[in-house]
């Protein structure tokens, strides 16, 4: 619902110029034009009237002086520093401007008659005199030469697949005779055509198109070539194909134009020749012709070139029509009309190939104009609820309106339209909120008509409902009336005609309007307030005056009008914002300046602007064409895609697809600038008054429901209820101060507390009437009760009343299969086992009965619990099969315990039967096998010993380690001595592997009364005073020389060994820690050098902004985390305990190194234990001198950590383990701030624990005083 919208508009005209100029192209430095006469070539700054450079190529004789000559081609080559100019004669020429030096590069005997360029500039197309093609290089060398006419299709020629004759082919409403009739001759060209072939290029440069006139049938064909100059395909044969042809840069279609007999139309063919689409011109047959079509850089407008057909002696006046596309539909957008002065005759017209919505435009009288478009969307800006809501869309002579407070109808369908005499090229509604429904549409000849609404009943002819009309259908809404047409008066008598010389037409309250002007100069505009002049007769034509003419030093691109302030805010080119006070007398015209005396100035030039109040200021609001939104002079988002003011609301849309809205009306205007970036809804706590609304809504159902009294509306109620908290989404806090109260009812979903409360409510009141809205009730719930819902269809059946109000089983099932798949309602009915009800459901369905009834015969003649269990087997509601299945005696057990295995469900089982049951016994037998397939041996050796089966317990608890509860077995299954000595040893072998010396020695010297194995265990474990308690008690002090003192010796050297190796590693990795540290911080500091300190945008930065993050800053290493994703599970983990790799210059080798430290100290700590009962052996036999050693190691390793630990884990590492500066709560501004105070930029670790400090215990009890 978009229409083109005039940004600006200028050029100049060139008076010191001779000749004519016959074609044009943009040169590569900005604002020069290189424009081709009959006597050279020029180049024109479009910025000021005059000639820059000139290069004549009548001297050396290139070009005839009596002016004959012609050029058919021109491009810039800025890379050659030249310009390639083909004429007439066939002469390929490239032109030094600077130089003035011509080399002629080629010639063409027979002459050209076009030359083209392709969009990369690498190569460049010929068309002979001869009607040959050739292709050129950029350095124009030959490439290849083919015939222009082919007899051939090309390489992309149709296949038949022989899929029968014409003859025998279906033809439609045409019928048979249309297998016989002979093809249509084609017509010949138009006599205006001018012969000349066209050649238009795909937007990528791939192929080519060539239309031209068939020497056979005097027809234009068109040809698609690629770039070796192959052949691809023809065009179908066309009748009345005309010369305009351009091709769309997105590539797939061909514009053309055909003369039919009717009509005159804009055809579209695609790349293999056939038609595809059209739209037709508002022109009768003969009335116009079409010179040129050409599509902007971004295949969104069409541009139309026509021109009158020659009726008499004068000249033609000339049009350019821009057509744009939109659901099918083609609307005319712009119509600018050059009027019938040989001076206004057009000579070419290109868009931008930078600025994708210019124009350029070249007139016979060297006149040159531009025109910048954008797009917009015209609507009214009421503010009640008396507002229509209006939207406005051009469509040539007509406006489309759309009353969006009455009828939401997708384009190009709308509520009604306005017809006028003459192209519509502006709409601007009126700017007073109690009028917001007029309109003023500007047309093609300067003509405003006003539309007006309420003070008229007659029907106006002009107006005209569109898709809320129809036959027997009697409109609601209202249609406004045309008031008055008035011809705009400016004063101008330029007698050369600049086509939409006004724009930014405004409708002020007292209503007069606003419009704006080109200037005297190129970059000055005007702005004209004008009114109405007093008519003294009727049929003089009603006219606008010059009220005021206020000259803009600049180019304004933007005007808006604040139906409340009654403000009026300009834009100009250079951003400066300007306020017209045109209530004032006289009007002023003056920056617009802030609370504190600032000119405001956007810092980029935006395409949308709108003025509202923010904090009780008024700011002037603009949105670019690149989603950055500004309030002022400061930008506050950059991810808004539109935004309107409504009231005291700000509502904007984002890149994301979201739409938010900020209350303005509080908020200060700083607030505004830093809050409203992230585009996030207000405080989304639920308002306190919600859970309030909802415990009245409880406690007045019954009022609710007799408010409604309509069953259907109480339905539609049900089914629109959603569990979504709309206090927290749709309907947000706007203040955010309010808290959410707790739930009434917590344990409780909303849908099933509003449906269980209505649903009694509705029982108290009348069940037979609300008989349909307590079936949705049942069904609405989460799990729907279909089983509750069926057995009240049951119910209406049994009780058959003779009220006629009531709602008969029937109508209640056939409304319920309405809201329930039939499939799944009839399950729910078989599953309540009553077989009336499953019928009366199969009945209303599509079920064939010879499916179901023979399933239901069989059932019924089954015994009622095995009947059951078939049921509930059938709709996979196994827990209650196995119910009704161990209701059916011991031959069923079988099937039973197969069902219980398939289905895993041996606990439900197991509570059907009392333990003291064979069955019990087997279905835990079965569950403990189980339970072992699932490598869960202590919860399978339980199930197996509660039932009594021992030796699978045994087994069972062996595996799992319990020794203990193994030894109990063996007892129960009566084991001898020697088979329980055997058990124990095997036992002690697995508990060894496990590290587990100490229960083995027990088995040991239990069970097999091997007290030496086991006192070797001991002192394998370390476990020194059991193993002396041992030695003693059997009175083998002998050992201690043998074992014992040599034990408690190695294991001195190697607590010894393994505490330097720790201090060694600690220290190691401390030192180089610092190195990183101090490396990073250098970095940081480059980092804060380069950016701007006291940046004032640090205050304007989004929280959801974009910012430097980790990731970003080690993206180097990026690569290799995205190789760890794709890896196997085990490689995964084995990535996972590698994460922070200790390897120099790696992204997070602070971390591992922080990583190993804490592992370090650590396991110091773990073994002042162990070390702390070795010294007391040692002691103990004398070696105190070893003993000494020992702890004095060990003291000293703890003191240098105790020392080292505050230095590893600062103060500041602690707190960022707490709120780290990168991360999900960090906003810029805190980025930001820790960058200025020179705070270490902590990674985002997945491990936040590695930046606490590990605990040291201070406890000194390990130590021995005795040995200081």
């Not at 957008?333 to 919505?357: A, I, M, P, T």
């Not at 049951?794 to 809201?819: G, I, Q």
């Not at 990795?1069 to 490396?1079: F, P």
Request: glycine share 6%.
């Amino acid at each position: 619902m978009r229409n083109l919208r005039l940004l600006r508009n200028g050029g100049c005209r060139y008076t010191t110029t001779s000749g004519t100029p016959q074609c044009f192209c943009l040169g590569a430095e900005a604002g020069t034009l290189l424009v081709g006469s009959q006597h050279g070539l020029l180049e024109l700054g479009s910025a000021r009237d005059e000639v820059t450079r000139e290069v004549d190529l009548t001297v050396e004789g290139f070009m005839p002086e009596d002016g004959s000559g012609s050029i058919v081609g021109i491009e810039d080559l800025p890379e050659q520093e030249c310009v390639c100019v083909a004429t007439a004669a066939g002469d390929i020429l490239l032109c030094n401007l600077n130089t003035k030096q011509v080399e002629c590069v080629g010639t063409v005997d027979s002459g050209l008659s076009t030359m083209s360029w392709s969009p990369d500039q690498e190569l460049v197309l010929l068309v002979t005199g001869q009607q040959t093609l050739i292709m050129m290089t950029r350095e124009l060398e030959p490439i290849t030469e083919k015939q222009l006419h082919q007899d051939e299709f090309g390489e992309g020629k149709f296949v038949a697949l022989g899929w029968g004759k014409k003859e025998t082919q279906f033809h439609g409403s045409e019928g048979k005779q249309a297998a016989h009739r002979k093809q249509v001759e084609v017509s010949p060209t138009s006599a205006w055509d001018d012969g000349r072939p066209r050649v238009t290029w795909r937007g990528d440069g791939q192929f080519v198109a060539v239309s031209a006139v068939c020497p056979e049938t005097g027809a234009r064909k068109v040809r698609v070539w690629n770039r070796e100059l192959v052949l691809q395909s023809t065009s179908e044969p066309v009748s009345g194909l005309e010369q305009a042809l351009s091709w769309k840069p997105s590539g797939n279609l061909i514009a053309s134009t055909q003369e039919k007999p009717n009509r005159h139309d804009v055809v579209f063919l695609e790349k293999n020749g056939l038609l595809h689409g059209e739209f037709t011109l508002p022109f009768q047959k003969g009335q116009v012709k079409v010179n040129e079509l050409l599509w902007n850089a971004d295949s969104t407008i069409l541009a139309i070139w026509l021109e009158d057909l020659k009726l008499d002696n004068s000249n033609p006046s000339s049009y350019v029509q821009l057509w744009t596309t939109g659901n099918y539909h083609w609307y005319l957008k712009q119509s600018l009309h050059f009027g019938s002065l040989k001076e206004n005759q057009l000579v070419s017209l290109l868009w931008d190939r930078e600025n994708l919505y210019r124009l350029h435009v070249l007139c016979q009288g060297w006149h040159y104009l531009f025109y910048d478009w954008h797009w917009t969307i015209d609507h009214g800006m009421g503010e009640n609820s008396q507002h229509m809501a209006n939207v406005a869309v051009i469509d040539g002579d007509k406006v489309l309106v759309t009353a969006f407070q009455h009828a939401v109808v997708p384009p190009p369908m709308c509520t009604y339209e306005l017809r006028l005499q003459q192209a519509v090229n502006q709409v601007a509604f009126h700017t007073d909120p109690k009028h917001s429904g007029d309109m003023a549409v500007l047309d093609a000849d300067n003509k405003i008509s006003v539309y007006r609404y309420g003070q008229s009943t007659m029907c106006d002819p002009t107006v005209s409902f569109g898709a809320v009309g129809g036959n027997g259908f009697k409109a609601a809404v209202e249609t406004p009336y045309l008031d008055k047409t008035y011809r705009v008066d400016v004063g101008s008598s330029n007698e050369v005609m600049n086509p939409l010389g006004l724009r930014f037409l405004t409708w002020l309250p007292d209503d007069s309007f606003l419009m704006v002007g080109q200037g005297q100069h190129a970059a000055q505009s005007v702005l004209l307030h004008l009114t109405e002049v007093p008519h003294e007769t009727v049929a003089e034509q009603q006219r606008l005056s010059l009220r005021l003419s206020v000259p803009v030093d600049g180019e304004v691109i933007s005007l808006c009008c604040s139906p409340v302030t009654k403000t009026v805010a300009l834009q100009l080119a250079d951003r400066q914002i300007l306020k017209y006070l045109w209530e004032a007398s006289p009007p002023v015209l003056e920056p617009w300046r802030t609370s504190n005396g600032y000119a405001v100035q956007f810092p980029y030039s935006c395409m949308q602007t709108s003025i509202t109040r923010i904090g009780g200021e008024e700011v002037i609001l603009g949105l670019t064409d690149r989603c950055r939104f500004i309030v002022n002079d400061t930008e506050v988002a950059s991810n808004i895609t539109s935004f309107a003011t409504y009231n005291e609301f700000l509502l904007v849309t984002t890149n994301s697809h979201t739409c938010q809205c900020f209350c303005l009306k509080n908020m200060p205007l700083k607030d505004a600038e830093r809050k409203s970036g992230d585009c996030s809804p207000p405080s989304s706590g639920s308002c306190a008054n919600s859970q309030v609304a909802r415990q009245v809504f409880l406690e007045n159902a019954e009022n609710f429901i007799r408010q409604i009294d309509t069953v259907n509306y109480i339905n539609l109620f049900f089914t629109e209820l959603k569990e979504e908290d709309f206090t927290k989404t749709m309907y947000p806090s706007l203040n955010g101060s309010s808290k959410a109260q707790s739930h009434q009812h917590p344990d409780q979903k909303k849908v099933n507390l509003i449906c269980d409360a209505m649903r009694v409510a509705m029982e108290n009141i009348d069940p037979q009437k609300y008989c349909l809205s307590i079936l949705t009730a049942h069904v609405k719930k989460s799990p729907p009760e279909l089983e509750i819902a069926l057995q009240k269809v049951h119910d209406l059946r049994e009780n058959n009343t003779p009220d006629v109000k009531a709602v008969s089983a029937e109508e209640a099932l056939k409304y319920l299969l309405f809201l329930v798949d039939v499939n799944e309602l009839y399950d729910y009915s078989l599953g309540t086992y009553d077989f009336d009800l499953v019928i009366m459901v199969a009945e209303k369905s599509q079920k064939d009965p010879k499916e179901y009834l023979p399933f239901l015969n069989t059932l019924r003649k089954m015994e009622t619990n095995y009947q059951r269990y078939t049921i509930d087997k059938h709709l996979k509601r196994y827990t209650k099969a196995l119910g009704h299945l161990s209701k059916c005696g011991p031959e069923h057990f079988s099937e039973f315990l197969n069902l219980v295995k398939d289905q895993n469900l041996y606990c439900e089982a197991l509570k059907l039967y009392p333990p003291s049951t064979q069955e019990y016994k087997d279905i835990s037998d079965a569950y403990g096998e189980y339970l072992v397939q699932k490598q869960l041996y202590e919860q399978a050796a339980l199930i197996f010993a509660r039932a009594g089966i021992f030796a699978k317990a045994l087994d069972a608890f062996q595996d799992s380690g319990s020794w203990q509860q193994a030894l109990c077995m063996a007892t129960r299954l009566g084991y001898t001595k020697d088979k329980l000595s055997s058990l124990a040893r095997s036992m002690a072998g697995k508990l060894v592997e496990q590290r587990k010396h100490a229960e083995a020695a027990i088995l040991l010297e239990q069970y097999t009364e091997d007290y030496e194995e086991a006192l070797l265990l001991l002192l394998e474990g370390t476990l020194w005073e059991e193993a002396l308690r041992l030695i003693h008690k059997y009175g083998r002090l002998d050992i201690l020389e043998t074992n014992f003192k040599p034990a408690i010796l190695e294991a001195q050297k190697s607590q010894l060994i393994f505490l330097y190796s720790q201090k060694a590693e600690f220290l190691r990795h401390k030192s180089r820690l610092q190195v990183v540290r101090e490396l990073k911080e250098k970095a940081c500091e480059s980092l804060q050098d380069y950016e701007t300190p006291n940046c004032p945008e640090l205050d304007l930065f989004s929280e959801t902004s974009s910012v430097v993050t980790a990731s970003d800053m080690n993206s180097k290493y990026s690569h290799s985390n995205s190789r760890i994703s794709v890896r196997s599970s085990k490689n995964r983990r084995k990535a996972e305990r590698k994460r922070y790799s200790l390897k120099e210059g790696s992204p997070f080798e602070d971390i591992a190194l922080l990583e190993v430290l804490g592992e370090n100290v650590r396991a110091v700590e773990t073994v002042k234990g162990d070390i702390h009962i070795l010294l007391k052996q040692l002691v103990l036999f004398g070696y105190n001198e070893q003993a000494r050693a020992l702890q004095q190691a060990l003291e000293d390793i703890l003191q240098l950590m105790e020392i080292s630990i505050p230095e590893i884990w600062t103060p500041d590492l602690q707190q960022s383990s707490v709120n780290l500066v990168l991360g999900p709560n960090s906003t810029a501004n805190s980025i930001m701030a820790a960058y200025q105070q020179k705070r270490m930029v902590t990674p985002v670790v997945q491990d936040p624990e590695l930046l606490i400090p590990p605990k040291l215990s201070k406890n000194l009890l390990w130590k021995l005083h005795l040995l200081q």
